[in-house]
T-cell receptor, first 114, second 109 residues
């Protein structure tokens, strides 16, 4: 595994629940990312944070709410999700942003929305 | 915006044979091209990358070639082993990574 951890690894929630995904990186990186990985679709970038500031929101519905309290931690708060939101949610980090730095991924959280 | 295509979607090879996966990209400004391997239940792991000022890069059994004129790049795995079985993703990057849809490689013993 890389130096990026994610909890929980698996999550089942109802459409009215509120839950949070957590990501922590131990690599000393300044940028963190959330991606969504659905079956038979390419990885979709959701959010980018650089030095705790959100620099990219890829037209993500407001039922997904990210939070980055510091450069090592990233959260994804979930509320009123739909069944089509079921997917693997991946967190990644990189030394900086700008697209030229290697991104290191965590193992992901497998989310099922009932 | 950038669009990345990847072929084939599935690939089966005999152990010891070579495997080649090809990606094409649309934006000539893309300047960084990583390849990731994803095993079942794990996140993608970087296996090799190449930047736009380089035409080829090799790391033991893995190599990547880049043709900027044609806007395509390829992953070459030689002497394949069963543990190479996984899904492989290419990506092209200007500001953010745009990933291909993936190739499921199966190495048959």
């Amino acid at each position: 595994e890389t130096g990026v951890t994610q909890t929980p690894r698996h999550l089942v929630m109802g459409m009215t629940n509120k839950k949070s995904l957590k990501c922590e990186q131990h690599l000393g990186h300044n940028a963190m990312y959330w991606y969504k990985q659905s079956a038979k679709k390419p990885l979709e970038l959701m959010f980018v944070y650089n030095f705790k500031e959100q620099t990219e929101n890829n037209s993500v519905p407001s039922r997904f709410s990210p939070e980055c309290p510091n450069s090592s931690h990233l959260f994804l708060h979930l509320h009123t999700l739909q069944p089509e939101d079921s997917a693997l949610y991946l967190c990644a980090s990189s030394p900086g942003t700008g697209g030229r730095d290697t991104q290191y991924f965590g193992p992901g959280t497998r989310l099922t929305v009932l | 915006g950038e669009n990345v295509e990847q072929h084939p979607s599935t690939l089966s090879v005999q152990e010891g044979d070579s495997a080649v996966i090809k990606c094409t990209y649309s934006d000539s400004a893309s300047n960084y091209f990583p390849w990731y391997k994803q095993e079942l239940g794990k996140g993608p792991q970087l296996i090799i990358d190449i930047r736009s000022n380089v035409g080829e890069k090799k790391d033991q059994r893995i190599a990547v070639t880049l043709n900027k004129t044609a806007k395509h790049f390829s992953l070459h795995i030689t002497e394949t082993q069963p543990e190479d079985s996984a899904v492989y993703f290419c990506a092209a990057s200007i500001r953010n990574f745009v990933f291909g849809p993936g190739t499921r490689l199966s190495v048959l013993p």
